[in-house]
Structure formats: C-alpha cells, structure tokens
C-alpha cells in the first residue's frame, strides 16, 4: 500500500513525533497511522507520553520535531471535527452546568458569538442525549451525575458536534464495569457509523476485547496492532514489567 492510500484512509497519523518537556523526552519518534472507522486504545504506564499524545493530536501541545496529522489535516485546521476529553481529575466538577448544557456546548461553533441555539440545536443536542441514554439527566447538574453518566454527557457533546474523531483520556477511570460496557457500546456505534475514536486507558483486562488496534506507548511505540498482535509478553514486559500478560484476558 503506498503512502498516498495510507494518508487518505487514515483518521490520524503521526511520522517521527518527539515531544521533550524540559530535559525530559516524554514522546520519541512515535510513528502510526489509524484508519477511519476504528475504536483504537492507547496503553502503556502512568508517564508514558499518552496523555501527551492526545493533546498533541487536538493542537495542545507542539511537537519539537515529526509531524501529526488528523482527518488529513494539521491539529489546527481539523479543530472542529474533532472531540477531546479530558482526564476526569482536570474537569471542575462543581461548576454549575447541566447535562444538556454540556452537550449543547458542542454544537457552539455552529452557533456563533452572541447567538442563542437554534431549534435544530436543541433538536441535535436532545438527539445525542437521547442516543447515550441521558434523556432524563438534561436538566441535572453535571456533579450529579455518576461518573459514566459524565462519561456519556461528554460522548453526547460530541455527537452533537457531529465530530469525526473522539478523543478520550482514561474516560474508564473510576467507572463501574456495567457503566464501562454501555459506554462502549455507544462508541462502537460512533464507529460504525464512520467515525474513528481514540482512547487512553489502563484497563486492559475489560477492555481490551472491545479494541481494533492498540497502540503500546512508552515514550515510544512497543507496539501497533490488533490486542492479539500487540498484547505480545515481550510487549507487556516491556509496557509494565514481567508476567502482567496474564491479566489480559481475550
């Protein structure tokens, strides 16, 4: 396949990408590309550059070397087709917004400065509330939700956006497994339907069934593939220490 097919099937790319924080080399030549439509996991232990990965993917952070592409284009020109969430810890729960209020925010660039939504806006937004199941949680504060039903608010912000790829990290932790499945299964959805999502997380042994690819980051790539290709010993070894394959279950 050459790399004109690659560069026009893929949701994201990265060529050589190195990220350095100070002194410290947080991404070293990370290089792989994923195809649209897929549900793809980035693993690996705590300081492992994935966090890093995704703010560079949304145009957070710059890369001191290598390039990245998204749906084709720079982080920058792709802003508004793509959806980021943040680590859970990062988000103020107490500020004072409702379910519905977050996934309308989602539809603000359509909007405009100093414009009210529109009758399609709250139509798109009750529909994406309405599609993770949060239908009578719109006028619920978000610190009232559970922490998956927070989960499923930012997931539903971003089909309010209708945007093409989905960025999650460790959107999993501190979620109950029933809660984890539900919002798995919205996201399979969003892949069936074309879109192409993208998340963190440590929970291999629940979800690693549930993944099309995985990428095995720790500074760099351990490993790119299906679970089953890239869930090798030497892999997880190398990812977490010896004998932690057999926490994952397939």
């Known amino acids: 396949m050459t790399s004109h097919t690659i560069k026009a099937i893929s949701a994201v790319s990265a060529r050589d990408a190195r990220v350095i924080y100070g002194s410290n080399l947080v991404l070293n030549d990370v290089t792989f590309s994923v195809p649209k439509g897929s549900l793809v996991g980035i693993v690996g232990p705590n300081g492992a550059g994935k966090s890093t990965l995704l703010k560079a993917l949304v145009g957070l952070i710059k890369l001191d070397s290598g390039e990245v592409e998204v749906l084709g284009k720079t982080p920058y020109d792709s802003r508004r087709s793509v959806s980021y969430i943040p680590q859970a810890e990062t988000v103020n729960w107490d500020f004072p917004v409702t379910a519905g209020e977050v996934v309308m925010m989602g ?54 956006q209708n945007a093409e790829l989905l960025l999650l990290d460790e959107s999993f932790s501190g979620v109950d497994v029933a809660s984890q499945h539900e919002l798995v299964d919205v996201l399979r959805t969003m892949c069936s339907e074309g879109k192409t999502v993208l998340m963190t997380t440590h929970d291999l042994n629940n979800l690693a069934r549930t993944l099309d690819r995985v990428v095995c980051l720790n500074c760099h790539v351990c490993a790119y593939g299906t679970p ?23």
Do not use: M
């Open 228 to 250: 089953e290709e890239a869930f090798k010993p030497e892999t997880l070894s190398e990812l977490y220490g010896a004998h932690q394959e057999s926490f994952i279950n397939f």
């Open 107 to 160: 539809r603000t660039a359509r909007i405009g400065p100093f414009r009210f939504p529109s009758r399609e806006d709250r139509e798109r937004a009750r529909e994406a509330l309405n599609r993770v199941g949060l239908e009578h949680r719109e006028h619920d504060l978000l610190r009232e939700l559970s922490g998956g039903q927070r989960q499923r608010a930012f997931v539903a912000r971003a089909l309010a």
